[in-house]
């Protein structure tokens, strides 16, 4: 666990620069796999987070919390907005970095809680990059952009290769995400 004060990230980085292919800003990012419970459309009770390219390496989401994602009456689980920074960060390094990549460690600040009806704006930013690692985090706010910090995060991702998906998931997986063996190799980053 990573001490206040310590700093972050917690080693040498170069810094991460989006991928020539990577959406521009403003762009809005549609959902990665139906099926994903953060951002999958498919998902009844799922967070169905919406994201977007901001400037510099950021993405920005928005996520609103149902009574579906409580876990106090009338407050968000903790374990859920965790789930929704996962995803928000996930989403800056698949998206500006364009190469498949794991959550490895994920540590989740909680500072306000976050009622039910209550919109979380997360702000994800790529803060360095060290070979397969790549270091990220995050802000939440409530209801607004400039609104008060409800949650903080910082994540490591580590890059994979395809077969991550395929060989401890779903053999089908590739197409499953919506990348044909055609483009594949045009925009992915497939042997880290
Ligand atoms: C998932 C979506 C990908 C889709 C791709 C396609 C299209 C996507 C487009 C956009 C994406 C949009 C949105 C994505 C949104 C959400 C994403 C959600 C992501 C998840 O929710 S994903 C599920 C949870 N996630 C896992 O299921 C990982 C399980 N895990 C493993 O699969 C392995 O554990 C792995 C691969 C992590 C590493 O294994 P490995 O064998 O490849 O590499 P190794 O162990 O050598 O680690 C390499 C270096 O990382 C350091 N390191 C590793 N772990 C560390 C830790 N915990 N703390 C500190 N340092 C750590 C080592 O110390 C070493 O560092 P060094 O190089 O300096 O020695």
Redesign the pocket.
């Known amino acids: 666990m990573t001490k206040p004060g310590q700093s972050w990230p917690p080693t040498d980085t170069e810094p991460a620069v989006p991928h020539e292919d990577a959406p521009a800003p403003g762009s809005k990012l549609g959902v990665?796999y139906s099926h994903?419970f953060?951002?999958g459309d498919e998902v009844e009770a799922g967070l169905h987070i919406q994201s977007s390219v901001a400037e510099g390496p950021v993405v920005v989401s928005q996520f609103t919390v149902t009574e579906a994602h409580q876990g106090a009456p009338g407050l968000a689980h903790g374990g859920l907005l965790a789930c929704a920074f996962?995803?928000a960060l996930?989403?800056a390094v698949?998206?500006l970095l364009r190469k498949?990549?794991?959550?490895?460690?994920l540590e989740t600040d909680f500072v306000r809680p976050v009622p039910v009806g209550s919109t979380l704006h997360i702000a994800a930013e790529l803060d360095g990059v060290?070979?397969?690692?790549i270091y990220v985090s995050a802000d939440g706010r409530l209801d607004a952009a400039d609104g008060p910090v409800a949650v903080r995060a910082r994540a490591?991702f580590?890059t994979?290769g395809f077969e991550?998906?395929t060989t401890h998931g779903d053999k089908d997986a590739l197409h499953k995400?919506g990348?044909s063996d055609k483009e594949r190799p045009k925009d992915w980053d497939i042997n880290p």
């Open positions: 990665h994903c953060g951002c996962d995803e996930g989403s698949g998206n498949p990549s794991v959550t490895a460690k060290s070979g397969r690692k490591l580590v994979v991550h998906f995400f990348v």
